[in-house]
């Protein structure tokens, strides 16, 4: 079993910056890929970023220029750093990882707020 654990969100005025941290523990034995969605009330989760084994990396239209998603592979440790901020990205950020046996685990949850 894989536990992947997040910490960064809160509440910040538009324009501000958050950076989230998701780390994962357990079994972490074949990283496909590690990444972010976002669910908005109302709305579907969506993928924010992610970052793949091999480094490549893929932004929502939304987010690419604002977001940035990085890795720390020692730590199996994956991060958000998240500048410009809209009231339009508040959402509960969750963290996602994938491993190269296509199973998907998912961390509890995050809140982000982005107030105008």
């Known amino acids: 079993q894989v536990q992947l654990v997040e910490s960064g969100g809160g509440l910040v005025q538009a324009g501000g910056s958050l950076r989230l941290s998701c780390a994962a523990s357990g079994s972490v034995f074949s990283i496909n890929a590690m990444g972010w969605y976002r669910q908005a009330p109302g709305k579907q989760r969506e993928l924010v970023a992610r970052?793949?084994?091999?480094?490549?990396?893929n932004y929502a239209d939304s987010v690419r220029g604002r977001f940035t998603i990085s890795r720390d592979g020692a730590k199996n440790t994956v991060y958000l750093q998240m500048n410009s901020l809209k009231p339009e990205d508040t959402a509960v950020y969750y963290c996602n990882l994938l491993t190269t046996g296509f199973i998907a685990y998912w961390g509890q949850g995050t809140q982000v707020t982005v107030s105008s």
């Open positions: 970052i793949i084994s091999g480094g490549g990396t």
